[in-house]
């Protein structure tokens, strides 16, 4: 069964503070993994995209990482910002379909405190 | 910003109504999808187009049913609504290539019903 797994479910931390978000996966056969952000009452916004030969990806602050052998992947978010405040979700993309369907994770919803 | 919308942002209604969830997007993308979202909780897709005149039902069993007449629009309509409807209900569309490798998706900002 194709699922994504987030840990944690929630994150605490203090502004100006690293911090690392967590996706296992087990989509099959597997094309793309997006890193979303979601504030609340919004829509999730593209943080970052990653195919199956790309191990890393930076967006400002944001740095995803890709182990597609242990179909893990990782975000981690340098000198935390009150805006930081939001849910992560990892989206996975399957590839052999013309919709590349989309499985979504739960989200780690993340609070950055002053 | 993705040129993509949403109406209305939040909707409380009396069950037994008959509701129109609007959503339009201005890329000219061909993939629409509508999602369903409860706090806390994953994203379960709904509906979903390839195109006008195409319409499928997700993963998730809805009794709400889309239509997509138009590239740029794909309104969701519940017949009846009920207390169990109340959800987050978000709207994306997408471009298509034949390497979904590249495909992103682009959400709207969804439409919060309360049906009491």
């Known amino acids: 069964k194709n699922q994504v797994e987030q840990s944690p479910q929630s994150l605490i931390i203090l502004e100006g503070k690293n911090c690392t978000l967590q996706c296992n996966y087990t989509v099959s056969p597997f094309s793309n993994l997006r890193w979303y952000k979601q504030d609340t009452g919004r829509g999730p916004v593209s943080l970052t995209i990653m195919t199956f030969s790309e191990n890393t990806k930076s967006n400002g602050r944001y740095t995803a990482t890709l182990d597609a052998d242990t179909k893990q992947s990782s975000l981690h978010i340098t000198a935390s910002q009150l805006s930081d405040s939001a849910s992560y979700i990892c989206v996975v993309s399957d590839r052999g379909s013309t919709l590349g369907r989309l499985y979504f994770g739960r989200g780690t919803q993340l609070t950055v405190w002053p | 910003e993705a040129d993509i919308y949403q109406t209305p942002r939040y909707l409380v209604i009396g069950t037994g109504k008959k509701i129109t969830l609007e959503c339009s997007q201005t890329?000219?993308?061909?993939?629409m999808y509508w999602y369903q979202q409860d706090p806390g909780m994953e994203l379960h897709l709904i509906h979903y187009?390839?195109?006008?005149?195409?319409?499928e039902k997700g993963d998730l069993s809805s009794e709400s049913t889309v239509s997509r007449i138009r590239t740029e629009h794909f309104p969701l309509t519940l017949e009846s609504a009920r207390p169990s409807h109340t959800s987050q209900y978000l709207c994306?569309?997408?471009?298509?290539?034949?390497?979904?490798?590249?495909?992103?998706?682009?959400f709207g900002q969804g439409t919060r019903l309360t049906v009491v």
């Open positions: 994306a569309s997408s471009e298509y290539y034949p390497d979904s490798t590249r495909t992103e998706a682009f």
């Open positions: 187009s390839y195109g006008v005149n195409s319409t």
């Open positions: 890329m000219g993308h061909d993939k």
